[in-house]
């Protein structure tokens, strides 16, 4: 089992950054892909980035390649979502979600973990 607590969100305006933070217990989260996702008034969940269990290979949804960065430090049972350039569109609420496997997962349907989720607000 694998409980994840995100942190880092809040109000910020277009073009600046912010830092997301999610924090985990249990000793399953070293042994897991890990993956960044967020859901926007309205809409459905959608992946934002996803890393796999060692953090060797990684992958972006293609609406934020090149201004987010995925991480993580299983030393510290953490991941991160480093989030640069940021647009209005990225307004929502973001979640991290583990999986027990290695490689990488990008379905939300995935993942069998799930924090509660931070808000990101953007404002034009």
């Known amino acids: 089992q694998v409980q994840l607590v995100e942190s880092g969100g809040g109000l910020v305006q277009a073009g600046g950054s912010l830092r997301l933070s999610c924090l985990a217990s249990?000793?399953?989260?070293?042994?897991?892909?890990l993956g960044w996702f967020r859901q926007a008034l309205g809409k459905e969940r959608e992946v934002v980035a996803a890393?796999?269990?060692?953090?060797?290979?990684?992958s972006y949804a293609d609406s934020v390649k090149g201004r987010f960065t995925i991480s993580r430090d299983n030393a510290k049972n953490a991941v991160y979502l480093q989030m640069n350039s940021l647009k209005p569109e990225d307004t929502a609420v973001y979640y991290c979600?583990?999986?027990?496997?290695?490689?990488?997962?990008?379905?939300?349907?995935?993942?069998?973990?799930w924090g509660q989720g931070t808000q990101v607000t953007v404002s034009s």
């Open positions: 979600a583990a999986k027990e496997v290695a490689i990488v997962r990008m379905l939300p349907s995935s993942y069998d973990y």
């Open positions: 249990g000793r399953a989260f070293s042994w897991s892909a």
């Open positions: 890393i796999s269990r060692n953090g060797g290979t990684t």
